[in-house]
């Protein structure tokens, strides 16, 4: 399960150059950031780790224990809701003064992203407001997709589990048998699987792959419209 911190920073990146200047202490492998709250009665403590992982810890400094409830979410008191709440604004603070926003999750999808970009200008459209994790890429002359990134579960396409990133991209019918064969392709997640494949994006297949599956995506959907006008 995902921590409060994973969750709240989940498409964010940490700019290590911004902690100082918020008020982060930097320790021999993290930054270190505390702040009382309630009224100083309580302390909380932020880390930010050298590869920008934030984890994070709240003391009770009468007892001189950590305090754990307001990670609890069927704990709905009063009290137990304000010293969430204050603790969610310091995140807030630390997100907004010290993180980046990411289209995605992942390192892969991420430099997958800015190398189509680089390429042809496009960038993710995210059209769903409930599944905010699917950006989807329209070739810019005619407005057809040629690639969509999701987060799913692995298991809608594997026998694994846990979130996961994958990549679906168009290829010909021909290749599908082929690809199945090789790690890190699946049978297109809610797409036509015959005309369509799904990659993971965890660093299994090297970005280059990637990308030339990219380019021949983009390059058939040029063909099959220009068939169509025809």
């Known amino acids: 399960m995902s921590s409060m911190e994973e969750n709240f920073f989940k498409r964010y990146q940490a ?41 994070g810890r709240i003391f009770d400094l009468a007892l001189q224990e950590e305090y754990t409830n307001f990670r609890i979410e069927t704990l709905d008191g009063a009290f137990v809701r304000n010293v969430r709440e204050e603790y969610l604004q310091i995140l807030s603070k630390i997100r907004q003064s010290c993180f980046h ?37 329209r070739n810019s002359e005619n407005q057809k997709w040629f690639a969509i990134i999701m987060n799913i579960d692995f298991s809608k ?27 890190g392709f699946y049978n297109a997640y809610h797409m036509n699987k015959q005309n369509w494949i799904s990659i993971v994006l965890d660093d299994t297949i090297e970005d280059d792959e990637i990308l030339r599956w990219v380019e021949e995506s983009y390059r058939l959907i040029d063909v099959f419209e220009n068939i169509k006008k025809r």
């Open 15 to 55: 700019d290590i150059r911004q902690l100082s200047d918020f008020g982060f202490q930097k320790k021999e492998n993290f930054y270190l950031y505390q702040q009382n709250l309630m009224n100083g009665d309580f302390r909380a403590e932020i880390m930010v780790s050298l590869d920008g992982r934030i984890t």
């Open 157 to 183: 396409i594997s026998t694994e589990s846990g979130e996961i990133e994958i990549i679906n991209l168009k290829v010909s019918s021909d290749q599908i048998e082929q690809l199945l064969k090789k790690k």
């Open 101 to 137: 926003k990411k289209y995605f999750i992942g390192n892969q999808a991420n430099r997958i992203v800015r190398t189509i970009f680089e390429k042809y200008q496009i960038e993710p459209e995210f059209l769903w407001k409930k599944m905010d994790g699917y950006g989807v890429f």
